[in-house]
């Protein structure tokens, strides 16, 4: 397991979509982007800036008391 301080998140433009893909999901919503040592995960979570918000707190609460 890396050091939390390793792991990153952010907020990331939704990918682009074909015109079908546009007419079932009109407005994509933006997805989360969690990387650590060179590798990346991106979700779909609904309220993203607000779940990015919580992510940061807890990776920040882990940070502070890593046991």
């Known amino acids: 397991m890396t050091?939390?301080?390793?792991?990153r998140t952010a907020l990331v433009a939704?990918?682009?979509?074909?015109?079908?893909?546009?007419?079932w999901v009109p407005?994509?919503?933006p997805r989360i982007?969690?990387?650590w040592n060179g590798a990346s995960a991106r979700f779909l979570v609904p309220s993203p800036a607000d779940t990015l918000v919580r992510i940061g707190r807890?990776?920040?609460a882990i940070q502070r008391n890593p046991k």
């Open 27 to 29: 407005r994509p919503q």
């Open 58 to 60: 807890c990776l920040e």
């Open 14 to 23: 939704p990918p682009h979509l074909n015109a079908i893909q546009r007419l």
């Open 3 to 7: 050091p939390i301080d390793a792991v």
């Open 33 to 35: 982007e969690v990387t």
